[in-house]
Structure formats: structure tokens, C-alpha cells
């Protein structure tokens, strides 16, 4: 489990970041992104899957939340 | 000499690595790295990693990061050193950030305040001379607007607990006192100084003004990441504010204690330094919903982009102003450029800095159709790689945390005509007979931000790179014997 922070980037997509390891990206899917339910599994633009936990409504971004790492090689 | 091609480049790297024992040619080979607009950052470079033991570094501790960096240049603060005289006394005003006011009595930038330990410091710890030392600066300075404890080595070692003594002392002055566990050992550089730092301020300084009354107006701003060296964050915010922004703030060259807290009241941060302050501006996004805007300031052209960008976040009065100043500026820079790209056209460039610059100087170089065809970073993060692939060509060098022979090396095969870096670098390659700008501080030059700076800068290039005194210079390794007798007789 990590703190990542999820923000609007500048092109308008959502931002992934990662502060522990300065890991920056954006995230090109998101299972939920609907006003009642917003969360879920993420993938990255480098491949990589996360997961937290759906939030019941959309929030004010950006918003840090607890993350899990999915699959994938653990560094 | 031409551009290398990208497999010439990688025969340098390898060529580069051959000296160093295996493990440490394995290790060393993930921070060198060839250019590559396809490649993912994260793939093709590892940065952020402790140095290896045995070779040169060119790296800061944490204390380096937060006192020198972060905290030193608030100047109506008092920064103490806490801990060996040392530290603050050869890191003392050496990063030239300009301020306005009187040392001593309402600014305190270039001095030195430090516990001083001694031996029975160590022993029986160091809170009570923190504390009396407190005392003393509230009787001889007492205009100071806050304290700030910068850590060095061995209050960590010790586990003082310089958090009870500044609550004390905030308690007693009713001043804000920020103790800041910045430790030297801290971190494998002075990255994670500044991130110390920041979260100092966030815990210490940004909420004290949350509840107080400020007349803001619609266009106020902070600028973020700026340190004022030799000026620069004077160069840029006269650009803003004759575009109608209202600077509230600058972090933290020639910035106040007022200034920081009233920062969280802005509409736009606009983040200069982002390796060193992303992570205020991040969290005064998520706090405060203040968005950040990086930009950069080095040449006409990335002025241009950035003042235009800024303006987007804006209604129509701003983005009219930011053209006006664009237009207003136009004619000084053509001059600029006319009078010193004829000198400097087609010239090579190898960069080896910190921060920002190994990637936001590109464009200035450019503007004045000079090459970077190398650059790194002391310190930098996987995220600074991520920016800076897109602003150098391809096939081009990326080294991080060089060491010192594998840049000597570097330079010596690729024959750059400029090279940029530290301190340290500076006299081996004046020595090399190669032209050389020390470009932490701009070299006791600068103003090198913004339009003014800009002018600086072509000059300050021009003024290294055409001065004859290189073709006279030949190494003293190069030397021809008729002097060894000499040296051997005395």
C-alpha cells in the first residue's frame, strides 16, 4: 500500500503520481469514472496496475489515496 | 567536429565504463544513457540512487537541500545551523541569493548562525545551548520574523529533540520557530533535503495565516522555485507584473515569512524549481485547490511559451498583457540575438548541473543556435528525466550523477565547445583549455532568468566561449618536460 495523488494534468487526463518514488504518469484507464462511483483498478501509461478503493462519489481532485500495487514486477 | 551518431554514443558509454570493476560497471551503466524520444524514462535511465562508494561525486547532503536551498534564502528569518560550525559557515552566502534589506538588523541572508558543537555538545546534547543561542538572537536581532533549525549529522546521531525547544521558544517569542530535521546523512542527495524542507513549511509555516483577512484580487500569484540568484527572480517578476499578475509571493529568493504564509491566498502557483518545490506546490493543490503551472524563463523563446501559458489560466486582460510584453520585449531580444548568434552559432554544449537547469537552459542555448549535446543531473528524480528526454535532441547524452572521471572522459571524446557545471568542474576543464561557465550561481554573473537575463546570458556565453585565452592554454599534464627538472630542484 502507497499514498498516490491523482490530479488533472495539464492535457486534461488524470494525472498519477506516486511520491515515494517520483513516479509521475498518466493514467489511461480508470474502472470506475462515474459521479456515483469513482475508483477502482488504474493502469498507467508505463503498463503498470494499481487498485484503491472506489470512492462513493467523484471527488475534488487532486485527492491522495491509498493504492495497490497489481501484478507486474514488484521493485 | 559533428554530432555523434546514437552508436557512436553507446561505444562511449561502454568505452566510458571499461575502467570500473564489473559490479560497479553494472551499476554506473543504468545512469548513462543515450537519448531516446521513443524510450520511457523510466526504462532507459535510473536516477535517484545512492552514489557509489570510491568514486567523485558532485552531490549535496540534505542539509545542503534544505538550509541551502529552501530555507537560507527567507531572509527576514534567522537559519540557524544547528550543529558544527562547518556547515554553515563554507555553505555561507555562497549561492548568491539576492535581497533587498539591511544584514543584520531586518535580513539575515548572508550570515551565519550556528550552535557550534563541541565535544560535550555531543556528549550531554545540544537543546540547552539550542535554546540559550534562541535567546541570544531575540536580544541582538531582534527584527527577525522567525527561526528556522536546520539539522546537521549528529543532532540525528544524538536524538536531540529540537522540537521541544522550538515549541518552547515559539511559545516564549511567539515567533514561529520551524525545527527541521534535515540531517546530512539523510537521503543519498540534497533532494531529499528540499523535500524535508517542504514539508517543514507545510507543517510549520502554510496554514498560520488560514484564518486572517487578506484583500487579494483576482490575478495574484506566487512564484515558486525561484532562488534569486544574482537576481533572477527580480528579472521574472517584472515580466509578470507588467502583464497584470500581483506577486504575492516568491519562494523563496528575496522571499519573507509573511510572503509564505500568505501563499496558500494566491490563485496560481507558478513553479519554477520543480525538483525542489513540487511538493508544496502539490500539496497546496489538494489543500487549497491552487493549481501549479511549471514554466521556464531561460531565452525569448521559452519566455514566450511560458508567459503565454500562464496567461491561459486567466481572463482576457492577462493574455492581452502577456502579448504586449511579449511585443514590448521583442526588439531587445532580436538585438540580442543578432548581435551575439552570428558569434555562437553551431557551438556544442555539455551541461552537468542541478534542479532545473540541465533541462530548462536548453532552449536559451537554442535561441542562440547552440547545441546541448550532453546533459545530467546531480539529483534529479525519474519525473526530471521524464521532461527532459522531450527537450534533447535525439542521440544526445544523459548521464546521472556523472562522477567525476566519467565526465572528464565524456568531454574529453565529445569536445564540446561550452561546458556548464559546478564549482568543483570548473578549474580541471579550464585547465583542459576548455571554455567553462559555473552555472549553480551563473558565474558571480546573472541575472539569467526572464528577458534582462536573457541578455546576460548571450553575453556571459559570448564572453567565455570567444576568449582567446583557451587556444593559449595547454594542460599542465601536456606540458613538455623542460619544466620537471625545475619542479624537481625546488
Known amino acids: 500500500m502507497a499514498n498516490i495523488m491523482i490530479r488533472r494534468g495539464d492535457n486534461g ?22 459521479p456515483e462511483r469513482w475508483g477502482g483498478e488504474l493502469v498507467l501509461k508505463d503498463g503498470s496496475r494499481w487498485y484503491f478503493d472506489p470512492l462513493e462519489t467523484q471527488p475534488r481532485l487532486p485527492i491522495t489515496v491509498k493504492a495497490k500495487r497489481m501484478g507486474g514486477e514488484d521493485d | ?8 554514443t553507446e561505444a562511449l558509454i561502454q568505452e566510458v565504463l571499461e575502467v570500473y570493476p564489473e559490479k560497479a560497471q553494472k551499476d554506473r551503466a543504468k545512469h548513462l544513457a543515450v537519448n531516446d524520444h521513443e524510450a520511457n524514462a523510466k526504462k532507459c535511465i535510473t536516477s535517484n540512487r545512492k552514489s557509489l562508494p570510491g568514486v567523485m561525486t558532485i552531490r549535496g547532503c540534505a542539509y545542503a537541500g534544505s538550509k541551502g536551498v529552501v530555507w537560507g534564502p527567507i531572509k527576514d528569518m534567522i537559519h540557524i545551523s544547528h550543529g558544527p560550525v562547518g556547515c554553515g559557515q563554507y555553505s555561507r552566502a555562497g549561492r548568491r541569493n539576492y535581497y533587498v534589506g539591511v544584514t543584520g538588523v531586518n535580513a539575515f541572508g548572508e550570515m551565519n548562525f550556528t550552535s557550534d558543537f563541541q565535544e560535550r555538545d555531543i ?16 536580544v541582538l536581532f531582534p527584527l527577525n520574523k522567525g527561526i528556522s533549525v536546520q539539522s546537521e549529522c549528529p543532532i540525528g546521531l544524538i536524538g536531540d529533540d529540537i522540537e521541544a525547544v522550538s515549541k518552547k521558544a515559539t511559545a516564549k517569542f511567539g515567533k514561529t520557530v520551524v525545527p527541521v530535521r534535515c540531517e546530512g546523512f539523510r537521503g543519498v542527495s540534497q533532494s531529499l533535503g528540499h523535500h524535508i524542507a517542504n514539508d517543514a513549511i507545510r507543517d510549520w509555516v502554510i496554514g498560520n495565516r488560514d484564518a486572517k483577512e487578506f484583500a487579494s484580487t483576482p490575478y495574484d500569484v506566487a512564484i515558486i522555485g525561484d532562488y534569486n540568484i544574482g537576481g533572477d527572480a527580480w528579472s521574472s517578476r517584472i515580466l509578470l507584473e507588467e502583464m497584470g499578475l500581483r506577486v504575492v509571493a516568491q519562494w523563496s529568493g528575496d522571499g519573507t ?64 498583457g502577456a502579448e504586449r510584453v511579449i511585443a514590448k520585449y521583442k526588439a531587445m531580444m532580436d538585438a540580442v540575438i543578432a548581435k551575439y548568434r552570428p558569434r555562437l552559432e553551431g557551438k556544442r554544449v555539455m ?73 568543483k568542474e570548473k578549474f580541471i576543464f579550464q585547465k583542459m583549455g576548455i571554455p567553462f561557465r559555473q552555472m549553480h550561481s551563473w558565474d558571480y554573473s546573472g541575472p539569467y532568468h526572464g528577458y534582462d537575463g536573457f541578455a546576460i546570458f548571450a553575453r556571459d556565453m559570448d564572453m567565455t566561449l570567444n576568449n582567446p585565452c583557451w587556444k593559449t592554454q595547454t594542460p599542465p599534464w601536456k606540458k613538455n618536460d623542460d619544466a620537471a627538472p625545475l619542479a624537481a630542484a625546488a
Open chain 1, 13 to 34: 487526463a488524470l494525472s498519477f503520481y506516486l511520491p515515494k518514488k517520483d513516479l509521475e504518469d498518466d493514467i489511461v484507464s480508470l474502472e470506475f469514472d462515474t
Open chain 2, 257 to 320: 515569512l509573511a510572503e509564505m504564509e500568505n501563499t496558500p491566498k494566491v490563485k496560481l502557483n507558478l513553479l519554477h524549481c520543480y525538483r525542489s518545490m513540487n511538493y508544496i506546490s502539490r500539496h497546496m493543490e489538494e489543500k487549497y485547490g491552487i493549481p501549479w503551472v511549471e514554466y521556464n524563463f531561460f531565452g525569448p523563446t521559452k519566455v514566450e511559451e511560458s508567459l503565454r501559458k500562464i496567461a491561459t489560466y486567466f481572463d482576457d486582460t492577462i493574455k492581452e
Open chain 2, 1 to 8: 567536429m559533428a554530432a555523434l551518431t546514437r552508436e557512436e
Open chain 2, 351 to 423: 551541461l552537468y548541473v542541478g534542479g532545473l537547469r540541465p533541462r530548462h537552459v536548453i532552449g536559451a542555448y537554442e535561441d542562440l543556435g547552440m547545441e546541448v549535446v550532453g546533459t545530467g543531473y546531480e539529483f534529479a528524480h525519474n519525473d526530471d528525466y521524464e521532461r527532459t528526454v522531450k527537450e534533447m535532441g535525439n542521440a544526445t547524452l544523459l548521464y546521472d550523477d556523472v562522477t567525476g572521471f566519467e565526465f572528464e572522459e565524456f568531454v574529453k571524446k565529445v569536445k564540446p565547445d561550452l561546458v556548464g557545471s559546478g564549482i
Open chain 2, 123 to 138: 556528549v550531554f546534547g545540544g537543546d540547552k545551548k539550542l535554546a540559550k543561542l534562541i535567546d541570544e538572537i531575540e
